[in-house]
């Protein structure tokens, strides 16, 4: 009688509802749910099982019908609600897929990959955002299709850039230490050798892929062989650190690391390995001019000190707001310029620290990847210009 009840639907309800972590106990075989990472039904199969991926459960409600149940690493939370999975199909089938977040509400229109997440659209009427659930209609091929929350980037992507771009004269690869899980922290730096730093950071937070599609769009701009780009590398030092929580990134984390921090919450205590690593990092780099953090939020919005901020280069998060007004007026970020010591994130941090202006650049999670990358490769003109003082 017991076990009937255990096994019984209802049980499990309460149990995904109420008991995080009761989901992922390998002993349950149930009639109606399957506990993810990997689920397998009469023709098609659902996997969470590749890196940055995110399924927890999958119970069938009807022919082609789906509930397909995502959990984030740990509660409380921020409600990012993140996931990515695999769909193996038999034969073309047109799949009705409930999403539903255990500890959330949908944030992410659902992207689509027929190629193995080499190019990737999104699907069509995706719900909106804010409800627990969301029903996407997706016409699946024979064969392997990815639905993720945005395109997936994760670190062989980076592995491959980082390492190509360590092959250019000048450029030098570094890892500036592991992460809780052990997994390397990987920077790059460029530039003249004891000239004021431009640091540049990203995925504290693992889900925010328009950030680091626009980090890696700035980092690009600063590499090219234009007068500007030279100029500016012949009198400034670039370090870049694209991931600062791999573990995060690798295991399709809504927020945290590995122990469940917000690391964005950790500079101050610095309780965690991967803030440990990019504090003594920053440390290590000499000078530092402006540091800027890269991120994903609702829309484009820029983070900064207060005009006037004590520190050096006071006028430039002004300056630059001002600059990406001018050339893309209504399309320019929004300016946020606030300063709260009592929140313990890279740009409080680094500003009280260094008396520097420390910007969090954060990109909206709708906003296409070419505007990301356009207002990037701007920014980083408008950056290295203002640097240089030509200011006109
Ligand atoms: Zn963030």
Redesign the pocket.
């Known amino acids: 009688m017991l076990s009937h009840i255990l096994k019984s639907r209802y049980f499990l309800t309460a149990c995904l509802v109420l008991l995080p972590g009761c989901v992922s106990d390998p002993d349950w075989h149930l009639p109606a749910f399957q506990n993810g990472p990997v689920c397998v039904y009469e023709g098609v199969a659902f996997s969470g099982d590749f890196e940055s991926g995110r399924l927890t459960a999958c119970e069938q409600t009807g022919t082609n019908q789906f509930s397909l149940y995502v959990r984030p690493e740990d509660t409380p939370i921020n409600p ?1 609600s993140w996931y990515a999975f695999s769909i193996d199909a038999r034969s073309q089938a047109d799949l009705s897929l409930t999403l539903t977040y255990i500890h959330g509400k949908h944030r992410y229109a659902p992207q689509i990959s027929r190629d193995d997440g080499l190019t990737w659209a999104a699907l069509p009427d995706a719900p909106e955002p804010g409800a627990t659930s969301a029903t996407i209609s997706v016409d699946v091929r024979k064969g392997h299709t990815l639905i993720a929350a945005q395109p997936l980037f994760g670190l062989d992507h980076y592995r491959a850039w980082l390492r190509q771009a360590a092959t250019r004269p000048g450029v030098a690869y570094q890892q500036i230490g592991v992460s809780e899980a052990g997994r390397d922290i990987e920077a790059l730096t460029f530039g003249a050798e004891g000239a004021p730093v431009l640091v540049l950071m990203g995925r ?2 693992p889900p ?1 892929i328009t ?1 680091a599609l626009a980090l890696e769009a700035f980092v690009g701009r600063l590499l090219e062989s234009d007068p500007l780009a030279v100029r500016f590398r012949d009198g400034f030092r670039v370090a870049v650190a694209p991931v600062l929580n791999p573990d995060g990134v690798a295991l399709g984390q809504w927020r945290h690391n590995t122990r469940g921090v917000d690391i ?1 919450r950790d500079w101050g205590p610095f309780t965690q390995a991967e803030t440990r690593a990019a504090r003594d990092w920053l440390a290590s780099l000499g000078e530092l001019a402006v540091a800027m953090d890269f ?3 609702w829309k484009d919005t820029l983070y900064t000190q207060p005009d006037g901020a004590d520190g050096s280069r006071p006028e430039f998060a002004g300056a630059l707001s001002d600059r990406l007004v001018h050339s893309l007026g209504e399309g320019a970020p929004h300016r946020d310029a606030s300063h709260n010591p009592d929140l313990a994130t890279s740009k409080t941090w680094i500003h009280e620290t260094y008396k520097i202006p420390a910007l ?1 650049y ?1 990109v909206g999670d709708s906003t296409p990847g070419d505007e990301t990358i356009r207002i990037a490769r701007l920014a980083a003109e408008e950056t290295m210009a203002l640097l240089l003082g030509e200011n006109e």
Request: glycine fraction near 10%.
């Open positions: 990012s504290q937070h925010e950030g964005n991120h994903s939020t969090t954060e």
